[in-house]
């Protein structure tokens, strides 16, 4: 059975948590230098929680961060 990206990526968003170190499955400790974190961290900062958080670009780079895994497990 074949899985379509939006698929796929819809699956982790509702399967996944928002927290601090682990922003829908995207683990800190894994990846540090995730580019999301930046803008994590700046909500935090101003006492915004990361569940609260909707900023598309932080939308943008967590449906990027899936694509490229999503490739790699279906195609390399």
Partial sequence: MIIL???????????????YYNYL???RKEFPK????KIINSYKEEGIDIKEISDPRLDTL???YYYL??????YC
């Fill in 25 to 27: 499955g995207i683990n």
């Fill in 69 to 74: 895994k999503y490739i790699k497990e279906k």
């Fill in 5 to 19: 990206f939006e698929e796929y990526l819809q699956e982790i968003i509702d399967t996944s948590d928002k927290l």
């Fill in 34 to 37: 995730w580019e999301g974190w």
């Fill in 62 to 64: 967590v449906r990027n």
